[in-house]
């Protein structure tokens, strides 16, 4: 049994062993890649865990195979971008694919109406050419980058290619700031927007938590058309199955039905959850096959860990008072879909030992969306953003009242 080794995967961009449901979003997907005007850019968003990262992934081969170039990066760390590192970042992502381009002088010279220098670095797009007729360019940042794109298209229209993809994970971090007069969002916003106008095919796809599309239309009214927003919601329950059943057919282990509709209950149909909790039973269900034991899913004990593993972390960042309010709203019938702050002020009054006033609430939702935890749409309304957050909660007070017995 020592040959096959668990082959679940929970873990932030972990490619699972079996890619299960998605059919539509990589249909539609497939459609955007048909576009030779580029009217429509992908936004792929979801809750935490549900397979953003490698659904994005899963998308690079299949623009590869119709001729698309693939360029991108994760964002994470970029919520203190400036409109310079925007461009830095453009043309270091561009550069992995152009740098192998061969490209004219006179390319050059008619181009950005410059310079013999440009032409001694290199004949090649590699990232110092690219930088040098970036900085060649007269204007602002989005003129310098606009034209670079240009330049690109120019110099790759001609070798087959259907055009490039620009995917940025976690791209909910991109922000404008007001304060310091950087408006890096916008500006990415407007060059793709300027370039896919004079029928350039270089398109956006973008992924990130639910709060990225309503940033995107904040940071530009126009957002709203220039996208298709895509959204990963739980998977259903066949497709569930096939995510635990697939990668075990060559594997000893077997799950009974009821094993497989138990991980589809207590995994609410959450990727993350679903490959978590198959970890957890293929590892107790080894061990117990040894021992020749009778195989059942220990839910109580994978829950457990599943709260030290996952939530427990996210709610202590939250403050006592906080935590009450958390509390009252995974009261609410609606705690997994979404709620309102009048909602939650009608709770408090029977659920809270001190009421809450709706200004109060108002402000507390926005500091625990600041924080992660929760997030508010485009309608006003909130929802949880991590999911089963509702049922973990509950789970901790019912602790909470144990311990206080
Ligand atoms: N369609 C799927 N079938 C089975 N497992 C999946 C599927 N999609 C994702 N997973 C698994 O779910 C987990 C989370 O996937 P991923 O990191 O892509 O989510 P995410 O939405 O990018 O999360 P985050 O918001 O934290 O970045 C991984 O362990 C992955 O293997
Ligand atoms: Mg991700």
């Known amino acids: 049994m020592g040959a096959f080794l668990n082959p679940f995967k929970p873990g932030a961009g972990h490619m699972p062993p079996y890619l ?20 429509e850019n992908l936004v792929l968003t979801g809750l935490r865990g549900t397979g953003k990262t490698v659904l994005l992934e899963t998308f690079k081969p299949m623009a590869q195979a119709e001729r698309w170039l693939w360029v991108g990066t994760d964002l994470s760390e970029s919520a203190s971008l400036n409109e310079a590192n925007i461009a830095t970042r453009l043309l270091t992502d561009l550069s992995v694919v152009t740098s192998g381009v061969k490209f004219a002088e006179s390319d ?78 916008s500006l990415l916003l407007d060059t793709f927007q300027s370039i896919q106008k004079k029928g350039i095919p270089f398109m956006l796809a973008l992924t990130g938590l639910p709060t990225l599309f309503p940033k995107l239309v904040e940071a530009r009214t126009y957002a709203e058309r220039m996208f298709r927003v895509v959204f990963l919601d739980k998977l259903e329950n066949h497709a569930v199955s096939d995510a635990i059943n697939i990668p075990l057919k060559d594997c000893p282990i077997k799950l009974s039905h009821q094993s497989i509709a ?21 590892d107790v269900f080894i061990q117990k096959i040894d021992d020749g034991e009778k195989l059942s899913v220990p839910s109580e004990e994978i829950l457990r860990k599943l709260d030290t593993d996952f939530f427990v972390g996210r709610w202590a960042r939250a403050t006592d008072r906080q935590r009450e309010l958390l509390g009252v709203i995974s009261e609410l019938s609606n705690c997994d879909g979404e709620f309102s702050v009048q909602d939650v002020v009608v709770k408090a009054k029977e659920a ?36 089963l957050l509702g049922q973990f909660i509950k789970r901790q007070r019912i602790d909470g009242v144990n311990r206080a017995l």
């Open 20 to 39: 299960a449901g998605r059919e539509d979003e990589k249909k539609e997907f497939a459609r955007l890649l048909k576009q030779k005007t580029i009217l």
């Open 108 to 185: 050059v010279v008619e181009g950005i109406g410059f310079t013999k220098t440009v032409n001694k670095v290199s004949h090649t797009l590699n990232y110092a050419t690219l930088v040098a007729i970036y900085e060649n360019t007269p204007g602002l940042v989005a003129d310098k980058i606009k034209n670079i794109l240009e330049v690109v298209w120019g110099a790759i229209k001609d070798l087959g290619v259907s055009g490039i993809i620009f995917a940025y994970d976690e791209a909910q971090n991109l922000s404008d700031h007001a304060q310091k007069d950087q408006f890096p969002l």
């Open 262 to 282: 138990q991980i589809t209950t207590l995994s609410g149909g959450y990727p993350y959850f679903v490959q978590f909790i198959c970890r957890e039973v293929y």
């Open 352 to 387: 809270a030992d001190k009421p809450f006033s709706s200004s109060h609430v108002n402000q507390m939702l926005s500091s625990l969306t600041e924080s992660g935890l929760i997030y508010k749409n485009r309608h006003g309304k909130y929802s949880f953003a991590v999911p």
